[in-house]
């Protein structure tokens, strides 16, 4: 790197990592373990939950929305059931967002690291304005991943599906986003390039056209990017996902 384009890396070094994921993709787990790992190497790490249905988190929130609702709260005060509860949720998040916002903001100046950690459903995530507004307010210094788990890779069709759902992601939201396999340490070593080579041959079925075609613009996305495969117990594939970081947010770096 020329000094000029170190300076620019090192000026744009405010890493806020929003993780997206289904529900029990592993988002809270990885977020507690992997701050950990790199609290351990002296990093300095900030917590965002977002997520008010949340029990308990295996990490100190700097900002926890639970301290604003909870999902039982809801349920109470406006008599829905969960479903009901968690969609009103999104809405009481989108009155937040300019509070979320601005507190990201100062732990971006203070942290190394500021991770956000989404609701539960990755469909809140998704159909409701609230954390799309909140990304586009740090888009610029913010860096999204999506968790497969690995637990949902089954069939080749399975790696289709999550990898669409990836894509979905990263068109809902501008953002740089880096897909990872988490739970890594439920699959055997070589299970996803097996599953991948099935695809490639095609994978039958109805629509057998179709699908063939969206598993094809999938690899085209994904072959940009090496997949990452985590496991926040055995913290397989930490140090890929911490050089992955780094790669991403020095602007100067190959992001794909
Ligand atoms: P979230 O809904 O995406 O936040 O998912 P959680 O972090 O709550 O995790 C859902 C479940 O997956 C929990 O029972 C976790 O213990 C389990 N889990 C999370 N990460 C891993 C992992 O790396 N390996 C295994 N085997 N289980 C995991
Ligand atoms: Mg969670």
Known sequence: LSAGEFLSCWCLWVVIVVVFGPAGSGKTTLVGEFGRYLSEQEFSVAYVNLDCAVESLPYRPNFDVRNYFTLVDIMRRFGLGPNGALVKSMELLLDLVGEVSSKLEKLGLLYDYVFVDTPGQLELTLFHDAVVKLVESFARRGLALFLTPADMLKR???????????????????????????????????????????????????EEDLVAELASIVDRLEKKQRLIKVSAITREGFDDLQTILHEVFCTCGELT
């Open 156 to 206: 080749p069709r399975d790696l289709v599906f999550l990898n669409l759902m990836a894509l979905a992601v990263r068109v809902r939201f501008e953002i740089p986003l880096v897909t990872v396999l988490t739970k890594a340490d439920l699959l055997d070593r070589e299970f996803v390039e097996r599953l991948r080579a099935r695809v490639a041959q095609g994978l039958g079925g109805l």
